[in-house]
């Protein structure tokens, strides 16, 4: 169970100091018992501006720095999150309702994307060539500057950790907001970077919420954003930063449809199905949503709805993030109810678990029945809740799944090949699971959805991350007069 910290005061990290916000303060609130556990204070035009003259100052040494010494940071870096694991997961977990589990999960994904930043100094050699005689032509790969991130509640320490280590090894300076209801994973994310050895001005956090976001993208003098977060903040952050010019890569909310075929292994698929939308309880982006019940798959159901009710609140299920959230979930089932669909599994009122009464917890919930178009079907909702529609067919299914305007992941389950290439090639999805709850890459794949799950074009981890984070400098030389009679001679 999770260990909740003592109140503490979320501050902005600028300098490698901790200064106060200058706006008002706002509570930290522990989805696992519904009380207050920090306060963050609001960061306004003059904060910002404090962070990005101050990263800005930074730039010049950090970027001249040479890439195996800042990766030698980036190596203190990781041992310093391995060796503190445990506690920054609690206080990861108290501010997400994450379980222990799950928490110490998502940060070592965001080791395995810092692991793939160390590995640059030995695979991003870039390249150069004679390309006519006695002229050469190289790459070489240049910082953009003053970067920023802008980052969602529902992983605290993972969704970061796609984009410090990647932006910071190539050698920008970073500012980061953290999400307002999980901000307090940015200290310890912030201290273990001081502790790593990273200079002053290349790493800064500003606690706030939209106009601090707002002011962020604003800036004059950032370069770059990445941003994740709802579908509709993300499509607004893109228009607002590439209006002004700035590069800006957004990913966005989803609705993930799994395609159940009858000759999928009933136990594979059980586990993978219900693991996958109660997972985090819900709220992961590549979370399982709609299942595409194919033609006769009831012992599947079966063994999912059995998985789905073993799950213990506050020990394999971890609570939803604010008390509006958790009664939109329920209305959801309600609204579905009034659409046509079937509560199979019932998750309101499901016991808090001893201690944590306060907490705002939702069982898994089941829906079957669920019609094409209706909310249950299309709108994201964020919880542990999946919509069973019906299809006769896998043809059906696929028109189901490519109807939805998000794009993040689908899979199939099958033991049939020629089917799951079929799910493959006709998904709208970017990324796909075959015989895989949740579909997510690991690294060196990269990570990004496509259509309303993503604005701005690459992925946000694996290599094309890298010419988000930087600027290919194309370097042509000659020393001497050539002999041969061409353009370049
Ligand atoms: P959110 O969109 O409410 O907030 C995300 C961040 O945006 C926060 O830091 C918030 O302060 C900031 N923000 C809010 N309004 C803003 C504005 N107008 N301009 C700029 N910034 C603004 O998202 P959330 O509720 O924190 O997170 C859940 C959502 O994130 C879900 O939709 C989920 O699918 C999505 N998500 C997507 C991915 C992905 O990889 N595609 C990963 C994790 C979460």
Redesign the pocket.
Known sequence: MIEIPKMSDCLNFVNNQWVKGSGEFSPVVSPYTGKEIGRFYHSDKNDIDQAVGSALKAFHSWSKTPLKERTRIMFNFRDILLRDIDKITHIKCSESGKTFNEGKAGLLKGIEVLEFALSLQNLDTMGKMEVSRGVSCEYRRRPLGVVAS??????PAM?PMWTIPIALTLGNCYVW?????TPLTSIAIAEALKEAGLPEGVFSVVQ???E???AL?DHPKIKAIA????????K??YQ?GTTLGKRVLA????KNHIVLLPDANPELSGVGISNSFTGCAG???MAASVLLAVGDVEKHISEIKKTASSQTLGESMGAI?TKEQKEFLESATERAVADGASVILDGRNAPAPKGFEGGYWLGPTILDNVKPQSEAHIK?L?GPVLSIIRCKDITEAMEIENSISYG?ACSVFTSNGALAEKVIEQASAGMVGVNVGVPVPREPFS???IND??FGHGD?TGETSLNFWSDLKKVTTKWEKQSDNNWMS
Do not use: H
């Not at 941003?227 to 993300?234: I, L, P």
């Not at 990913?251 to 989803?254: D, M, R």
């Open positions: 802008i980052t969602p509640f529902n992983f969704v907001k953290p999400s307002e209801k706030g919420s939209r601090c976001a707002e993208i941003f994740v977060g709802s579908t509709a903040v993300a607004s952050v607002r990913l966005g909310g989803a709220q992961r982006c993030i994201e964020f993040n990570f990004g959805g799950s993503k946000i």
